[in-house]
C-alpha cells in the first residue's frame, strides 16, 4: 500500500483546485496542522447505476439458493405482527 502524499492546511488553502482535481483522479491526501496530521481528504466511490443483462446473470448463477418456507419463517420470527403504535402512550 502507497503512503498518500502530505500537504499542509496551507497548501490545502491556496492550491486547493489542484488538489481537488488529483482527488477526482484518484488521489488521496493527509492534511496536516503545524506538522501532525489532522484528517484525510479521499476520492468518494462512484456508484454504479447500471448493470447489463450478462453480468446480472452471471452473478445470479453463483448466488446461494433461497429456501422460500425457511426465509418466510425467518421474516415472521423477527417482525412485529402487531407493532406498537408510538401516539398510544
Known amino acids: 500500500m502507497s503512503v498518500q ?11 486547493s483546485r489542484e488538489i481537488m482535481d488529483a482527488i477526482q483522479g484518484g488521489q488521496s491526501f493527509t492534511v496536516t496542522r503545524d506538522g ?6 479521499v476520492p ?12 446480472f446473470a ?3 448463477r453463483t448466488a446461494p439458493g433461497i429456501d422460500l418456507d425457511r426465509f ?7 417482525a412485529d405482527a402487531y407493532p406498537d403504535d408510538p401516539y398510544a402512550r
Do not use: K, Y
Request: charged share 40%; aromatic share 2%; glycine share 2%.
Open 5 to 15: 502524499p502530505e500537504i499542509t492546511q496551507r497548501d490545502l488553502r491556496s492550491r
Open 36 to 41: 501532525h496530521p489532522i484528517g484525510q481528504l
Open 44 to 55: 468518494l466511490r462512484r456508484r454504479r447505476r447500471f448493470v447489463s443483462r450478462q453480468e
Open 58 to 60: 452471471a452473478m445470479s
Open 72 to 78: 418466510r419463517a425467518d421474516q415472521d420470527a423477527t
